[in-house]
């Protein structure tokens, strides 16, 4: 895949344009942990600006847990299985799907590691459904949705809100539907599109420095855009890769990530145990020496590598020149606002 820059914007579903007034009523959605049964969690306490709209640690931890990012501990989670998978980042989650060269459908982005659900709308609630990420143990499954809307509802401000950004009637009463469709919209509007690699790509030369741009040919020729091309650095395709360890997880094909924003949501891979990019760079070396044993031998492992692999050519003394071009494709001015208070009334962002 060839490499290319972000869009200027995101482009909306055709049932949910983006309005200020639904985009701030997301935000405050987002923020406020009336949405978990516990009214403990909320979206931000995984997915917080201050790591990058991720939470820096290896797995989150939901319900039972209490501190935002690295210092999230469990206060009482007996009972609830961990969480296995990292959180992702959300910053530029609005472009999830796109790739060059393909017409981008909102509706149609795949979401989470192993991309069982599409279109941030949908997704929304997976977490509040989930019993150790937001539900607890307040009431079924299937009732979470129309349960939250409910708790929603019963604040005049929201009902208020709900109004002015989907209109009077019933099209504005607060419903699973209307909920997910403001909250979708705020997630849609976290765009960090003027990274460096991105104003060099549109012309700035100087954007990037000399060991920057040999850095991105050094990527392209060891074969890393096999995987991670396109704007968002990833093929969003389902890739098994052999990550070591002894959890189910880690016998299953997973998305590839995008390599945006890789800055400040440390640690890497599905199962967040490599630190740093440099640990990921080694792993990446010894997986290439390891697949081309496999692959060009035609020996079988369960389940089989995949044939992109093959492609990889990385080698150590290429990592420096790697890592510094990686560094430009963080940007740095994006949205890292969070409401002062939520109409619920229940502290920012969740315990």
């Known amino acids: ?16 344009p983006s309005t200020p007034e639904k985009i701030e009523l ?65 910053l530029n989650v609005a472009f999830n799907g796109l790739v060059s060269g393909s017409a981008y459908e909102p509706k149609k982005a795949p979401m989470f590691w192993d991309a069982r659900e599409s279109g941030l709308e949908a997704q929304v609630f997976h977490p509040i459904r989930s019993r150790a990420e937001m539900r607890g143990d307040t009431g079924p499954e299937a009732e979470a949705p129309a349960d939250t809307a409910r708790r929603v509802e019963s604040f005049p401000e929201y009902r208020r809100r709900f109004a002015e950004a989907f209109g009077e009637g019933d099209d504005g009463r607060v419903t699973a539907k209307t909920l997910a469709a403001a909250i979708a919209a705020f997630e849609r509007s976290l765009i960090g599109k003027d990274a460096p690699f991105d104003r060099f790509l549109r012309g700035e030369n100087a954007a990037m420095t000399t060991q920057q741009v040999r850095g991105m040919k050094r990527f392209e020729k060891a074969g890393c855009v096999h995987c991670h091309g396109g704007p968002m650095f990833s093929d969003f395709k389902l890739h098994f890769i052999a990550v070591t360890g002894t959890d189910e997880d880690d016998r299953l094909p997973m998305r590839t990530p995008t390599l945006r924003n890789l800055r400040r949501t440390a640690p890497y891979l599905h199962h967040g145990r490599m630190r740093s990019l440099e640990e990921v760079l080694a792993f990446y070396e010894q997986l290439m020496d390891a697949a081309a044993e496999v692959l060009d031998g035609g020996a079988e492992t369960d389940p089989p590598f995949d044939p992109a692999l093959k492609h990889l050519r990385l080698e150590a003394g290429d990592f420096d020149d790697v890592l510094a071009f990686l560094e430009t494709l963080n940007d740095e001015v994006y949205d890292q606002r969070v409401p002062s208070a939520v109409p619920s009334g229940l502290k920012v962002g969740g315990e």
């Open 1 to 16: 895949m060839e490499l290319a820059a972000l869009p200027i914007r995101a482009a909306d579903p055709e049932d949910n």
């Open 26 to 90: 997301g935000r405050l959605l987002f923020f406020d942990p009336i949405l978990s049964g516990t009214r403990t969690v909320a979206c931000a306490t995984c997915h917080h600006p201050r790591h990058g709209w991720a939470d820096g640690r290896s797995t989150p931890i939901g319900v039972g847990g209490r501190g935002i990012g690295p210092e999230r501990l469990p206060v009482d989670t007996r009972g609830i299985d961990p969480l296995p998978r990292n959180s992702p980042g959300l």
